[in-house]
Structure formats: structure tokens, C-alpha cells
């Protein structure tokens, strides 16, 4: 069994875009890191892998459609359009 979100990010207001992803992950119970210019969002559902948000960059996620993870992701993602563009597909 497995799922994977593929997207790409291109973030033209990287502060405003981290902001809505902190406050979004404190409140949610999500973990942050930071990692080489990148923002990890660590989640609490096992076996989801980290998400890997950054200014301009292309990624993929293993999320295996775990609930509410997957779809937190999605709205992360999705959320990012606000402040730039994405692309987004699944499989």
C-alpha cells in the first residue's frame, strides 16, 4: 500500500507562506524544523513522511492516504497558491 503527492512550489511571499504553516502546524500538533533553507513539517501519523516546503523547489511526499495527515498536506499545498504558485498531483 502506498500514496505519493508530487508537487511544485514556487513561493513568491516565502515569509507570509511560513507564517500560515507555523501557526497551521502548532495548532495542529505538527512538528517544524528547519534543514538547509528548507521548512520540514514533521507529522504526528505514522507512516507519513515529512513534508519539504521551500521558496522554488520540486518534491514528492509519501503520505499512504493516512488520515488527518494526507489531507493536512493537501491543504498546505493547495494553501501555497496564495502566496505563489503550485503544482500538484497524486498517485
Known amino acids: 500500500m502506498g500514496h505519493t503527492v508530487y508537487y511544485l512550489l514556487e ?5 507570509g507562506f511560513r507564517g500560515l504553516v507555523e501557526r ?7 512538528g517544524l524544523e ?21 521558496k522554488k523547489c520540486s518534491g514528492f511526499v509519501k503520505t499512504n492516504l493516512v488520515e488527518p495527515c494526507h ?6 499545498l493547495h494553501s501555497a497558491a496564495s ?4 503544482s500538484l498531483w497524486e498517485d
Open 11 to 15: 513561493i513568491s511571499d516565502w515569509d
Open 24 to 30: 497551521a502546524a502548532k495548532a495542529l500538533g505538527f
Open 83 to 86: 502566496f505563489g504558485s503550485v
Open 34 to 54: 528547519w534543514e538547509n533553507g528548507m521548512l520540514l513539517l514533521h507529522p504526528p501519523c505514522r507512516p507519513v513522511e515529512p513534508l519539504r516546503l521551500c
Open 71 to 76: 489531507s493536512v498536506y493537501l491543504l498546505v
